[in-house]
Nanobody
Framework: QVQLVESGGGLVQPGGSLRLSCAASGSIFSINSMGWYRQAPGKQRELVALITSGGSINYPDSVKGRFTISGDNAKNTVYLQMNSLKPEDTAVYLC??????????????WGQGTQVTVSS
């Protein structure tokens, strides 16, 4: 079993910044990718940022230049630095990891989500 612990959400004014973190622990042999998704009320879940074990990074156009994803392999932790936040960034942000477990299975896990609210 793999556990994800997210932190860093909250309320911020437009133009402000927040940093999210997600720490993975448990029966992890290796991590293939770690990413952040978000889901606003009435909308589909969308990818915000993805980083692979090979170092590839992917952002949608909506956050390019404002959000930065980074990882700490030693801590199995991924971070999302969010700058120049806009009201439309308001959503529940969820961490996702694709891992190979010590048992040999390859599985995707989701965090519980952290609320980000951008409002004046």
């Amino acid at each position: 079993q793999v556990q994800l612990v997210e932190s860093g959400g909250g309320l911020v004014q437009p133009g402000g910044s927040l940093r999210l973190s997600c720490a993975a622990s448990g029966s992890i042999f290796s991590i293939n990718s770690m990413g952040w998704y978000r889901q606003a009320p009435g909308k589909q879940r969308e990818l915000v940022a993805l980083i692979t074990s090979g170092g590839s990074i992917n952002y949608p156009d909506s956050v390019k230049g404002r959000f930065t994803i980074s990882g700490d392999n030693a801590k199995n932790t991924v971070y999302l630095q969010m700058n120049s936040l806009k009201p439309e960034d308001t959503a529940v942000y969820l961490c996702n990891v694709h891992v190979r477990t010590v048992y040999g299975s390859r599985t995707s896990y989701w965090g519980q989500g952290t609320q980000v609210t951008v409002s004046s």
